[in-house]
């Protein structure tokens, strides 16, 4: 068994049509383990372009390549054809994110390739993110190389020292941490490593809400009574809509975010910013509910609380406030005339 390690660099056009929304591989890179301490040997093939004949400004920018040189190359049948014969039967597939493996599928598509598209790809990123980083994130590979601590002597954005760097990561994990975790296992790791980030993010903005609002005081606190459930008050105009405190114009509050008892929302004046809503709402005798709305500017609240209450809350969709109706000068003029 070998493991193979593979990354592509792409074209993409200037959609006009639907061709033309392809991103079409440009060359083929690919790094090849016999065993996790072998060295490997490499494999680097350019594509002759069909669907692109020009280079999107982006790419050239990130790949130090010329379209003309591209001509001489072999096209996307052949280079595809000798690059699965180089990676040899019972290969395991790996790449730096899941871009590469979507566009080699969108690739081998278009050209009448459809033998190789049950490929099973290893995502190393993600492993790397989760056992490294304990993050979710989608690190770059430069910036993996770096926390590893491997050499980084060739350049970037070529796939042949893309798929190579990649290959010394896995090698390098696999070192540090035994067998690369299944799917099943990243899928596990990924929802514990989820599930404390939403606890400590809610205990976050649990703690920065209580320091706003015992230290600072709101530009606008009203109260919203009489409302049968919670969600109702959720929902009123009352909870939502307010003047900008510093311009009289109207705004409405979005999704509210429940983090313990209380709730966050936010919305944007165009010329004076962002403002925080805080409604905490309370049962009362006789089996109604009444809220208190205390609003902030968001310059005003500690860093991050809005992410936060993102991460950690509640998410509680409301749905966009109705439009006041007005009438038109016929049907106003009709209703004077039958007042009258």
């Not at 093939?45 to 379209?67: D, F, G, T, W």
């Not at 989608?138 to 893309?162: I, K």
């Not at 005081?217 to 049968?228: A, E």
């Amino acid at each position: 068994m070998s493991y193979v390690f593979f990354d592509l660099e792409w074209n993409q056009g200037y959609p006009r049509s639907e061709a033309e929304k392809i991103d079409e591989i440009i060359q083929f890179g690919a790094h090849r383990l016999d065993s996790w301490e072998d060295g490997g040997v490499s494999f680097s093939a350019y594509v002759r372009p069909s669907i692109h004949k020009k280079l999107h400004h982006q790419v050239k920018k990130m790949v130090p390549l010329e379209a003309d040189s591209l001509k001489r190359a072999g096209s996307f049948r052949q280079v595809a054809a000798q690059f699965f014969r180089w990676c040899g039967d019972g290969a395991e597939f790996f790449t730096w994110g899941t871009c590469d493996a979507r566009v080699l599928d969108t690739n081998l598509c278009w050209y009448g390739m459809e033998e190789y598209l049950d490929l099973e790809i290893y995502d190393l990123q993600r492993t790397f993110d989760l056992l490294v980083l304990h993050t979710c994130h989608q690190t770059s590979l430069e910036t993996a190389v770096a926390a590893l601590g491997l050499d980084a002597e060739l350049t970037y954005h070529d796939a042949g020292h893309d798929a190579f760097y990649t290959a010394r990561i896995g090698a390098e994990l696999v070192r540090r941490f035994g067998p690369l975790p299944s799917e099943t296992e990243l899928d596990r790791m990924e929802e514990a490593l989820r599930r404390q980030q939403r606890l400590e993010a809610v205990q976050a903005a649990s703690q920065s809400l209580e320091s706003l609002l015992a230290q600072e005081q709101p530009v606008l606190r009203r109260r919203c009574s009489q409302f049968p459930t919670p969600a109702d008050c959720l929902k009123s105009r009352s909870a939502r809509v307010f003047h900008c405190p510093q311009c009289d114009n109207w705004l409405c509050s979005g999704n509210w975010y429940q983090v313990e008892d209380r709730y966050l929302s936010r919305s944007r004046c165009l010329e004076h910013g962002r403002f925080l809503s805080c409604l905490t709402i309370q049962e009362t005798g006789d089996g109604s509910v009444d809220g208190l709305l205390q609003v902030y500017p968001e310059e005003a609240a500690p860093d991050g609380l809005f992410h936060q209450c993102k991460v950690g809350g509640r998410l509680i969709e409301v749905h966009q406030m109705p439009k006041k109706r007005h009438r038109s000068r016929k049907n106003r003029s009709k209703a004077r005339k039958e007042i009258g």
